[in-house]
């Protein structure tokens, strides 16, 4: 049988890789999706009869969803394997500004598909952390999707208004334990210095609202590591490499649930085995909060300057182990299977994205800790061996 390509407007961006949404398949969206023939039904059960993994005393374990290939078929299954390697999934949409710049309810397409994401980890025996996403997730130095017209900036009352409506619906549909109001945020303060105060205002508001109505909500926005740490020359604005820019993250507190991180080093550092023995570690230091790792991995293939092999990977799942690994609440890594680029330049292409947000995407499409056939990368041994193992060690009071 002929596999069916994911339907166009189901490709989201998300941090330095396209997340592909669920299939919603033909039909008008409702409020409560109807239920059509081979379409998934809503959630109405638990996950388990054990309880949640985020009430448990080990850190939980995830992936961004993406299957190896853009096709409703090569997903499908690709739930099933995730079922079996991750506790939960990364779910982490751009806003909708149009759908809820007036509003927190109502019915849409893009509403249906977001929530057949957690139809299909429900199936699947997965839980979720969200992520509202207001930046492009391959440059994050710029807004993704605002309609024509609107000025990109957190002062602009409509942006206030849709991101404060759209992290609302999130709260109230999917009750999230954990919710992120913004990814690697340090790089667009870097890029938008004079919009910083505009976001932090903006992220202390919807913290105190979402507080109102789901006091139990884990609240944070993630950090770029690298870039935290000025390692990239040209984005340290003269900064020396290993200074950490700890003004960028105390500027939200005492708004932060837990501290939680992305870090790709392999743009750093020559291989996994160069990664500083403390690298990590200021973070245990600095404070005595919960943390996390909301996305980060390692490339197993050379791109240009870049320097990837399956050595390098297993070295940085084992620095981010033994460096953080008892303090994680959760630990996201990339993406579990390595994709078939000329499937997703295709969409991406069908999509009118620009040729540099594709060549970035290529960057990552070995990241994954088994490759593009299923077959597992020495890695994912490492990944399941931590998985199972010891409890995290209790932080602070949240």
Request: glycine share 8%.
């Amino acid at each position: 049988m002929k596999n069916s390509p994911l339907p166009r407007n189901l490709v989201i961006p998300l941090a330095a890789l396209v997340l592909i949404g669920l299939a919603c398949q033909a039909g008008e969206p409702t409020a409560a999706p109807t239920v059509a023939q081979n379409e998934p039904s809503p959630p109405t059960e638990p996950v388990s009869d054990a309880g949640s993994v985020f009430d448990g005393d080990r850190t939980a374990f995830g992936f961004y969803p993406v299957p190896p290939e853009g096709t409703i078929e090569a997903m499908l299954k690709h739930f099933g394997t995730l079922g079996e390697e991750a506790d939960f999934i990364l779910i982490q949409p751009n806003i909708f500004w149009e759908d809820f710049v007036e509003r927190v309810e109502g019915a849409s397409e893009k509403r249906t598909n977001l929530t057949n994401q957690t139809v299909l980890a429900r199936q699947n025996g997965l839980e979720w952390v969200f992520v509202v996403d207001p930046l492009n997730g391959l440059n994050r130095r710029e807004f993704f999707g605002l309609p024509e017209g609107w000025e990109a900036s957190f002062g602009n009352p409509d942006v206030r208004e849709a991101f404060s409506n759209f992290t609302l619906w999130i709260v109230r549909e999917f009750e999230p334990r954990y919710l992120g109001l913004a990814s690697e945020i340090n790089t667009y303060m870097d890029a938008h210095p004079d919009d910083v105060e505009n976001f932090v205002s903006l992220y202390r508001e919807v913290y105190e609202r979402v507080k109102a109505e789901a006091p139990d909500t884990q609240i944070f926005v993630t950090f770029q590591w690298d870039d935290l740490n000025n390692m990239f020359a040209a984005a340290a604005e003269g900064r020396p490499a290993g200074q950490t820019n700890w003004d960028q993250v105390d500027a939200f507190e005492p708004y932060l649930d837990l501290w939680v991180i992305s870090s790709y080093p392999y743009f750093a550092f020559p291989d996994g085995e160069g990664i500083a023995a403390d690298y990590y570690t200021p973070l245990l230091e600095r404070t005595d909060k919960p943390l996390a790792v909301a996305e980060g991995g390692w490339i197993t293939q050379p791109i240009g300057p870049i320097q990837g092999d399956e050595a390098g990977q297993t070295a940085y799942l084992q620095a981010l182990h033994d460096q953080l690994g008892d303090r994680l609440d959760f630990w996201v890594y990339l993406v579990l299977s390595d994709f078939n680029m000329d499937s997703f330049a295709r969409i991406m292409r069908a999509e009118g994205r620009a040729e540099s947000d594709i060549e970035g995407l290529g960057t990552f499409a070995s990241v994954g800790l088994t490759r593009f056939d299923g077959t597992p990368k020495p890695a994912l041994a490492l990944w399941n061996a931590y998985r199972g193992e010891i409890p995290r060690v209790p932080s602070g009071p949240r």
